[in-house]
């Protein structure tokens, strides 16, 4: 027989030769939740084995303390099966049975976890694989060899000052470190281009991570997060600062190709400039960011690319609402405005990703001239709190309405929020503009400039440090979906639990079986 597993600690759940159904049963990130009566059944193929043949069940469970049933085609495997408590924690548990070959069917079969009536617990269901006795770790290693696909992490994460009993939410952590082979974090420590630092310890399941952070003024607090999603590459990478680099490695003065490096690491905050890490496989490697995100404004084969369109979220100081002359307008090719009371204001810009602004441009309005601004500052932040100015203007004046000035800002840097901060204007009571658009740099090619080179080493389980340095990869790449992709297309299904079939089939005859109980459950539903 072939292995079957279900692994639940991902969101869709991974399935080898298995279609699951479920009851009274909650889907959280990293687990399935059993109610009393709950249950989960696992229907799988059995193609052809040998007489007598046994098979080893293995339901990998969260720290509780629930009972649980086993049950194959029927028949019990364990009944009210108490699970020892884990105390505080929720490592996983294995809990090993045997599946006699009798008990096994050629053709189809069902294995079953149920949380008995009357229970008081929650069964939390992490896993559940079946392989013949001989090949015990047949579906161990498939899975974990699944595990390393989805290796593009979203983290929930929560800062803590020391001394602090609460905690404080904090941008999600967003990973994806990728040398080629298959082999996850367990460490990792990174630096920002603002001086910010961090470092943390992953947990071996990755469903969350520990450490302790260093802001760019130097406050310290403790830090940790929790698996929020998890996506197979390049899912999960669009829009995000991710860099690939053609690598190579040095021995004995000479430098070797050695593949290529994916590196993504976006912690809400500057772009980073430098990262260390420690893989499953014990490998090291630590790299420096030449530009870290550093454009140059005016190489001769650059062009500007108009980044209006990714702003998700504007805010001003003051605007007239009754009269439909709003901040929102800013960001509309209509010969609209925005209008604010005072001779000063401030208008917020986020982002929907980090950008550096190269060139920007302001549009007066359709009358009162009195009402341009005169002197303003564009800053800059990574986080909305702390600003940094990167463009200054006095004595500006607009010579029409509607008239469009560009302005250069010298030396630009990546920031997800921009604030324009308008000082002053040419002696109304009230300040006003038409449209405001940001543009960024970008190669012929279309490729956004200052895309960083790297030098680093790395090092082997038991062996000497090598020198590591790599280029980076021109893009945009082409397997980098441009959006959201897999519909799911059993929702109205809703005790089918989805799972990455994708993975699922091994060929045509296994897709077109499992395609075949798809159909069946639809049809019956």
Known sequence: MDAVFADFSTNPAQLSNAVVTHHRCGIAPSHLALGAGGYIKVDFTVDGREENDEAVVTVTVLGTSAPMDVLLNGKALAEQLAIPADGAHSDPQDIVLSAPGELLAIGANVLEVRSPEGSDTLLRLRAVTMVPEHESDAAERARAARAANRSVIAFSAEVR????????????????????????????????????????????????????????DGAVTEYRGSLADRWAYPEGTTAARLHRFSTEEGHGGTWYPSGELRLLLDDGGAPVERVSWTDRRSTTASVVLSSADRPDVRKPTSELRDITRTVVGIEASDEFDAAGEVAENLLSKSRSKWLG?????????????????????????????????????????????????????????????????????????????????ITDNHGSEQTQLSRIQFLTAESAAGQVQGAADFTGYRTSLGGDPVGYRGTTVPGPWSDTPGGQEGQETGQALQNLLAGDLGETARGLDDAARLIGKLAAYLQNS
């Open 161 to 216: 000052s020391p001394g602090a009993t609460a905690w404080q939410p904090a941008p999600r952590l967003l990973v994806h470190i990728d040398m080629g082979e298959r082999a996850m974090p367990a460490h990792l420590a990174w630096r920002g281009a603002d001086g910010s630092e961090a470092a943390i310890g992953l947990r071996a399941d990755l469903t969350g991570f520990l450490g302790h952070r260093r802001t760019a």
């Open 341 to 421: 009371d005072g001779d000063s204001a401030v208008l917020d810009f986020t982002l929907a990703h980090p950008a550096a602004v190269t060139v920007y441009r302001l549009t007066s309005a359709n009358d009162a001239p009195e009402r341009d601004p005169e002197e303003w500052e564009l800053q800059g932040s990574h986080d909305g709190g702390r600003w940094t100015t990167v463009d200054s203007r006095t004595r500006e004046h607009f010579r029409q309405r509607f008239e469009t000035k560009e302005y250069a800002v010298v030396s630009p840097a990546s920031y997800a929020h921009y604030r324009l901060s």
